[in-house]
């Protein structure tokens, strides 16, 4: 997906699908509590900072 993550839910069903890293936009208000749950589930994630996505 070339979407960010608004929730840690989302994060925790990658992980539990087996990824083992994250590369996202960022970009939510909630990206602090996405990253948060990264690091509870020992996953790596980096934010790129651009969107490729557009409406």
Do not use: K, N, W, Y
């Amino acid at each position: 997906s070339d979407a960010f993550f608004p929730f840690p839910d989302g994060l925790e069903a990658a992980v539990a699908a087996g990824a083992r890293a994250c590369i996202q936009p960022g970009g939510s208000l909630r990206d602090e509590a996405v990253l948060e749950a990264a690091d509870r589930l020992d996953i790596a994630m980096v934010f790129t900072g651009v969107r490729h996505f557009r409406h």
